[in-house]
């Protein structure tokens, strides 16, 4: 059933962007609960910015949603335009997929890095709600998203995943993507993980970590390996942050 915008006040709509999928649903702003099924896409390959907005305008369509969109996607994005393509198609460099999608959808979208759309939806309704100071969400997946908060206050784009450990790309390391590529065991991988996280720590010193990502699933396999000072609280939202983040921020 189509329902027109008039009768979806508080609600928004949500798309979450990774390597592999595209998932998209009706997210409640009171709540942050999915109000529709979580609709899901394969990611066209290759993923070019042309091929990504026609899924994005058929996951629109699906739902019959008539008003803004965001998006979270798995890059530096400011202002609506890409800045950068760690684990994306390069061809997104410079493009303005706010305004590229827009026009694709013929009504207003915006996108929003995915860790610090995830890192939103856990500030506002999962794992960190309610909690003030320095908020620091860090996703494990293909990469390492971060998203840093003040006092619930967003400083997007920290792109921590890129610091450099040990001479190397941190993400190439300690992101979930690496236990598997090395086909380390959990304990292996997560004295990786403990080590980004103390430098992370000794840079910035938190008062929380958020740590989520698929990994976050099976928390026991890895973070009981994990000593640290500051405290982890393992992501709530699961699988839906992405779009309620997302959701969020969803002119
Ligand atoms: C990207 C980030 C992204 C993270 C998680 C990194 O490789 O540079 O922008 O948030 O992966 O998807």
Redesign the pocket.
């Known amino acids: 059933m189509t329902t027109s915008t008039n009768d979806r006040a508080g609600q928004a709509f949500g798309i979450d962007i990774g390597g592999s999928g595209m998932k998209a649903a009706v997210v409640d702003l009171s709540t942050g609960e999915l109000l529709s099924d979580r609709f899901r896409i394969a990611t066209p390959q290759p993923a070019t910015p042309e091929a990504m907005a026609e899924v994005v305008v058929e996951l629109v369509r699906h739902h019959g949603w008539d008003g803004g969109v965001g998006c979270a996607f798995?890059?530096?994005v400011r202002n609506g335009v890409v800045e950068?393509a760690?684990?994306i198609d390069t061809s997104w460099i410079d493009v303005d997929a706010d305004k590229l999608f827009t026009d694709a959808l013929g009504s207003g979208v915006r996108m929003i890095?995915?860790?610090d759309a995830a890192g939103l939806a856990e500030v506002r309704f999962g794992a960190a709600a309610g909690r003030t100071g320095v908020v620091m969400m860090l996703?494990f997946?293909?990469?390492?998203?971060s998203g840093l908060f003040i006092d619930g206050v967003l400083v997007p784009n920290t792109?921590l995943?890129?610091l450099e450990l040990d001479g190397h790309d941190a993400?190439s390391r300690a992101a979930a993507s690496a236990r598997k590529r090395h086909d380390w065991s959990w304990s292996h991988w997560s004295k990786k993980v403990e080590h980004y996280l103390r430098h992370v720590e000794a840079l910035f010193s938190p008062d929380l970590f958020v740590v989520g990502g698929g990994v976050s699933k099976h928390p026991h396999k890895w973070l009981d390996h994990i000593s640290i000072d500051t405290e982890i609280q393992v992501a709530s939202m699961a699988n839906n942050a992405g779009i309620v983040g997302a959701a969020l921020v969803a002119p």
């Not at 997946?141 to 998203?145: A, D, L, S, V």
């Open positions: 798995p890059a530096v950068s760690a684990n890095n995915d860790a996703t997946g293909t990469g390492i998203g792109e995943g890129h993400e």
